[in-house]
């Protein structure tokens, strides 16, 4: 396994991150190959920024006021500490089978229900993360954001906390808000 890694700052390499990092390689997907730990967010914004000019070949960046995120030494350790907690939990009660079995059920009852409603145009996700498409119209993709809206308010009322997603990175479509009211 060792091999493979790329290693950006040896320095941080803790037993507590080598060990964190082993196991989040068990759980991951088959096609994942790599984990890269980073302890802060400027170095996670570095490594980000030359992933994206190494596949992109590009140069330029859009930055955001007020989105960077720093974390001390101490915070890190701790945070490394908590997550090979959560993923000696995640061994113990056998989590990502039960999520793996769960999802399965999920997709195909998701399915069932796009097999008979045309407002669903298509189901995504993996494991237990994943949902359906709400569209006006099934062809076309165009998005249904009232029905979307109405969905959410029904799921919460029966005790389900979910939302429908709008922002083009995780596959939706921000609606344009001079025609369709949108409360985010």
Same mark, same amino acid.
């Given at each position: 396994?060792?091999?493979?890694?790329?290693?950006?700052?040896?320095?941080?390499?803790? !037993?507590?991150?080598?060990? $964190?990092?082993?196991?989040? #390689? !068990?759980?991951?997907?088959?096609?994942?190959?790599?984990?890269?730990?980073?302890?802060?967010?400027?170095?996670?914004?570095?490594? #980000?920024?030359?992933?994206?000019?190494?596949?992109?070949?590009?140069?330029? &960046?859009?930055?955001?006021?007020?989105?960077?995120?720093?974390?001390?030494?101490?915070?890190?350790?701790?945070?490394?500490?908590?997550? %090979?907690?959560?993923?000696?939990? &995640?061994?113990?009660?056998?989590?990502?089978?039960?999520?793996?079995?769960?999802?399965?059920?999920?997709?195909?009852?998701?399915?069932?229900?796009?097999? !008979?409603?045309?407002?669903?145009? +298509?189901?995504?996700? %993996?494991?237990?993360? $994943?949902? /359906?498409?709400?569209?006006? +119209? !099934?062809?076309?993709?165009?998005?249904?954001?009232? $029905?979307?809206?109405?969905?959410?308010?029904?799921?919460?009322?029966?005790?389900?906390?979910?939302?429908?997603?709008?922002?083009?990175?995780?596959?939706?479509?921000?609606?344009?808000?001079?025609?369709?009211? +949108? /409360?985010?």
């Amino acid at each position: 396994m060792f091999e493979r890694w790329i290693i950006f700052l040896a320095g941080m390499l803790s !037993r507590p991150v080598v060990a $964190l990092a082993v196991q989040i #390689a !068990r759980y991951a997907p088959g096609e994942l190959e790599r984990c890269l730990l980073l302890s802060t967010g400027a170095e996670s914004n570095e490594a #980000a920024l030359r992933m994206a000019k190494l596949v992109t070949g590009g140069h330029e &960046v859009v930055a955001f006021t007020q989105s960077w995120h720093g974390m001390t030494g101490s915070a890190v350790a701790a945070t490394y500490s908590a997550g %090979r907690k959560v993923l000696e939990v &995640v061994e113990r009660d056998g989590l990502v089978e039960r999520a793996r079995i769960g999802g399965e059920r999920l997709a195909r009852g998701l399915r069932r229900l796009q097999s !008979r409603h045309a407002c669903i145009g +298509d189901v995504r996700g %993996r494991g237990l993360l $994943l949902g /359906p498409e709400v569209v006006a +119209d !099934r062809e076309t993709r165009e998005p249904a954001y009232a $029905l979307g809206q109405a969905i959410t308010r029904e799921c919460m009322k029966l005790g389900l906390n979910m939302n429908i997603v709008k922002l083009p990175s995780m596959g939706g479509r921000a609606p344009d808000r001079a025609t369709v009211d +949108d /409360p985010r």
